[in-house]
């Protein structure tokens, strides 16, 4: 998940349940019913329906195929991959993590907590300590060893720009205790010295607001596709049509002249810093 904590395991028949429903939305994309599509990928109704529906393993034949009929830009390939059990990170995640680590850009606005990519180790744990149902203690170790290798991103990737913007009422909530609080803060203006990463705060105070619909990521990859993604409680909604893309880049271009400027987000939150 961006920033929850999500099943330390997900079963790996949720994961095929996720890939076919990416299958099906590149094929509705391409104006392609599953009979439609059955014969360029040189399969049956029946083993496209079976695939979409999460009840069948893609053959390496299909993958390859659907990746070249649908112009799927990868994500398909990239989604395979993540088929079986990877500990610590949500089914229905996984496709967006695979596109992460190849991602030339990579926006996030969040409203319900830090993000998990700028997330200190003790907010983290915090939030896995209080996850319901509870995990024990083998699952959040599980839990932090993926969010610490999501991390990695921010110092691998330098030609990566990674924009975030982020409510101010999200460090005044003081998640786990003024001492995380703080250290969270220390945390994320560390990160953003970096050259490739931008921080907005979006002010407590603020009369108009493009996002009050929920948080979103947006994603451009390699060859310029651009991609969504939105999180609910238990859920993750992937959204590969460019008209849906569209109205999210909108929006995100809008919070970003909404928000504080990158200096008075990096000035406000040492403020805060110090007022803990």
């Not at 996850?131 to 991103?153: G, K, M, S, V």
């Not at 003024?178 to 970096?194: C, G, N, S, T, Y």
């Amino acid at each position: 998940m961006t920033g929850g904590t999500g099943s330390g395991e997900p079963e790996s028949t949720d994961s095929l349940k996720t890939f076919g429903a990416v299958v099906k939305a590149f094929r509705e994309r391409a104006g392609l019913t599953q009979e439609g599509l059955a014969p360029l990928v040189r399969f049956s109704p029946q083993t496209v329906a079976s695939i979409e529906q999460g009840r069948r393993l893609p053959p390496p034949d299909f993958i390859e195929r659907a990746e070249e009929v649908l112009d799927a830009f990868g994500v398909l390939r990239a989604a395979a991959i993540h088929l079986a059990r990877k500990p610590g990170i949500a089914a229905w995640f996984r496709q967006w993590a695979a596109l992460e680590e190849q991602a030339i850009s990579l926006y996030t606005y969040e409203c319900r907590l830090i993000p998990g990519l700028l997330q200190s180790e003790a907010y983290a744990r915090a939030l896995f300590t209080e996850q319901l149902p509870p995990l024990n203690d083998h699952q959040i170790e599980t839990q932090w060893a993926a969010r610490a290798e999501r991390q990695r991103l921010l110092r691998e990737r330098p030609n990566t720009a990674y924009s975030f913007i982020l409510e101010e009422h999200l460090f005044l909530r003081r998640t786990g205790g003024v001492e995380v609080a703080r250290e969270l803060i220390d945390h994320i203006l560390q990160v953003a010295e970096a050259r490739n990463v931008e921080i907005q705060v979006m002010p407590l105070v603020r009369e108009t607001h493009a996002g009050l619909a929920g948080p979103m990521q947006l994603l451009e990859t390699p060859e310029n596709q651009w991609f969504a993604y939105n999180e609910g409680q238990r859920g993750g909604l992937f959204i590969s049509d460019p008209k849906e893309v569209s109205v999210l880049q909108m929006r995100y271009a809008r919070m970003r002249s909404q928000a504080l400027s990158l200096d008075d987000s990096l000035s406000l939150l040492k403020q805060m810093r110090g007022a803990l």
